[in-house]
Nanobody, 120 residues
Framework: QVQLVASGGGLVEPGGSLRLSCAAS????????MGWYRQAPEKQRELVAT???????NYAGSVKGRFTLSRNNAKNTVSLQMNSLKPEDTAVYYC??????????????WGQGTQVTVAS
């Protein structure tokens, strides 16, 4: 069945940048709504940012002005550009999407998560 594949995590120094991507594994499924979440060690999972089918975005206050969501519908991909990274951004990042098949039916999927570490 269709899956979400998250990628792009890694180790960066404070002030650096990373670009995360979340892609649907089958091009017959379109991404309607997507949310990016993160979970740091010993902390609760939190919502980072969301993007709608038509590209409207919302961001958590802690990342607003530093993170940017964008869509590439031709590639069934949503990307999270993360700039001015801080140590407190260190977490496993997960994508969650509402997908729509060719018949117009909708359902949700989680990506596997990708590790982001911000440290000197």
């Amino acid at each position: 069945q269709v899956q979400l594949v998250a990628s792009g995590g890694g180790l960066v120094e404070p002030g650096g940048s990373l670009r995360l991507s979340c892609a649907a594994s089958e091009n017959s499924f379109s991404i309607n709504f997507m949310g990016w979440y993160r979970q740091a060690p010993e902390k609760q999972r939190e919502l980072v940012a969301t993007i709608t089918k038509n590209g409207n975005t919302n961001y958590a206050g802690s990342v607003k002005g530093r993170f940017t969501l964008s869509r590439n519908n031709a590639k069934n991909t949503v990307s999270l550009q993360m700039n001015s990274l801080k140590p407190e951004d260190t977490a496993v990042y997960y994508c969650n999407a509402d997908l729509q098949d060719s018949s117009g039916r909708s359902f949700s999927r989680w990506g596997q998560g990708t590790q982001v570490t911000v440290a000197s």
